[in-house]
């Protein structure tokens, strides 16, 4: 055979091997919520939100409870997905662009406000495995094209850009079109963006059913502005009862577009017959946002403590539901930690894909937890670190969860809380000072810890003015 003849053949099959591996491989879809609290499911206790089609979800899969957010605000928990490692390792610590407390007690650090595109993100691992790639809706990754999801492995982006929150102004109407959104063309007047993505999402994968695909649907609902449509809004305010702990019939409207949209993607793989061959992922980038500074409530975290923007509990467990059938048996539930970047080496480990030779993640791969081959990652701790200060109740701090316990070390006044969750789950008793042994291991793993990620700490504050202190100087619209 003619030597150009001969490396044409070798080329095709080549390509035709790697074309025929990656066709058996799992499709991935990650479902991401904003600001879905861990009570905002009926399947997690919701006494007025109905998310039958999320509830459905988790009867096919695993749920979790004690999943986290690696952060109490959204661009740090994204960031630690795509890569595989914890905000502080990344030294994305606080929303983008965040905002800053120019005459608190603390200085905080200068923190990195974008995701590197140099960083191999799970959609690069999973790219450069044959998948087709696409992200829909929020980004919030950077604040310019060259850190949108484009150029993060996407071969789509729709939706994703800088905002935090669909637009409201002159030329935006929020949820509702038009977005003004530079990824995202309008559609008719009055379309709901919700369910505009979800549309886009079934068309995806429509058009890729018979090759490997990854999806990222990244939704922007439940993030304020609280919009929902009017007969939603209506079905609610009938059903609300003076007594619920989950009461704004607009938020739950909002939890009910997202079901929708979880529902229309399912209906479509089943549709297809690909939902036996799908991996789905489904959860939220924080707490649910309680709203402390207006105290006009958004929703309701309890038992658990405060919420989004905040150090306890409501601020950063979150709901996580993984489906896999036939890998992952139905109906299952583990109370074995788990945190954002987990998700990286786990999607690695279940689509059979090798790690990049360098991938050096902070995260456990939980696909043993999932399919039943074990009952736990061996990891004992998770770790969380916000050198900043948040409108909704945050001061700089770093805290860990080993087993049942949780210490919380605040930098203001170097104070330190330690609490049992099993026993006190919305942390109002601070064993701290009535168990110094343990308060003292769980300080020296949190100091070990920061050590070991190059955390960036918050420093005296040379400008410091107890007058001024609770002014906020925002560098973006409050997140």
């Known amino acids: 055979m003619p030597p150009l003849r001969l490396l044409f053949a070798l080329l095709f099959t080549l ?23 861990w009570t905002d499911l009926s399947s997690y206790g919701s006494d007025l939100y109905e998310t039958p089609h999320v509830d459905r979800l988790a009867d096919q899969g695993m749920r979790f409870t004690s999943a986290y957010a690696a952060c109490t605000v959204c661009s740090p928990t994204r960031a630690s997905i795509m890569t595989g490692k914890y905000p502080a390792t990344l030294h994305i610590t606080d929303w983008i662009t965040g905002h800053l407390k120019p005459y608190g007690k603390m ?22 495995a044959g998948y087709r790639t696409a992200h829909m809706g929020k980004w919030h990754l950077g604040e310019t094209e060259e850190y949108w999801p484009e150029n993060q492995g996407f071969d789509i982006n729709l939706g994703g850009w800088k905002v935090g929150q669909p637009q409201r ?3 935006a109407r929020g949820y509702f079109s038009p977005y003004a959104n530079p990824r995202l063309d309008d559609g008719p007047d009055g379309e709901y963006l919700t369910e505009r993505l979800a549309d886009e999402a079934a068309a995806f994968i429509e058009q890729n059913k018979d090759r490997p695909f990854f999806l990222n649907l990244w939704l922007y609902n ?3 502005p609280l919009q929902a449509a009017a007969d939603k809004i209506a079905k609610y305010e009938a059903k609300v009862f003076p007594d619920a702990r989950h009461r704004s019939a607009t938020y739950a409207a909002m939890v009910e577009h997202m079901d929708d949209a979880v529902g229309k993607v399912m209906a479509t793989l089943e549709r297809l017959n690909l939902a036996e061959n799908t991996i789905v992922i489904f959860t939220s980038d924080n707490g649910g946002l309680v709203d402390n500074r207006s105290k006009n409530t958004v929703t309701l975290n309890a038992p658990l403590r405060s919420g989004k923007g905040d150090a306890y509990e409501g601020g950063v467990r979150v709901p996580l539901i993984v489906r896999y059938p036939g890998k992952i048996p139905a109906g299952t539930r583990s109370s074995e930690l788990a945190i ?18 360098n991938a050096d993640f ?4 939980l696909g043993p937890v999932l399919t039943g081959a074990a009952q736990s990652t061996g990891r004992d701790a998770v770790f969380f670190h916000y050198p900043h200060y948040h409108t909704e109740g945050a001061t700089p701090y770093s805290a860990i969860r080993k087993g049942q316990w949780k210490l919380l070390q605040f930098y203001e006044g170097s104070r330190v809380e330690l609490y049992h969750l099993a026993r006190d789950p919305g942390e109002s008793i601070n064993l701290a000072a009535s168990n110094p042994a343990k308060r003292d291991e769980l300080f ?3 100091q070990a810890w920061k050590i070991e990620t190059d955390a960036q700490l918050p420093s005296l504050n040379a400008e410091y003015s107890p007058e001024r202190e609770e002014t906020f100087r925002i560098g973006a619209p409050i997140e």
Not at 21 to 37: C, E, S, T, Y
Not at 108 to 126: F, G, H, M, R, V
Not at 340 to 357: E, K, N, Q, R, W
């Open 107 to 128: 200085a905080i650090p200068d923190w990195t406000k974008y995701l590197s595109p140099d960083a191999y993100t799970l959609a690069n691992a999973l790219q450069d």
């Open 222 to 224: 439940v993030h304020t």
């Open 362 to 365: 902070d995260g456990a791969d």
């Open 15 to 37: 390509g035709f091997t790697l074309v025929s591996h990656a066709a058996d491989k799992p499709n991935v879809v990650f479902i991401l919520v904003d600001d879905l609290g």
């Open 169 to 171: 102004n002159e030329t």
């Open 340 to 357: 954002s970047p987990d998700f990286y080496p786990t999607l690695l480990s279940l689509t059979g894909i090798a790690p990049a030779v």
């Open 444 to 446: 020296a793993d949190l």
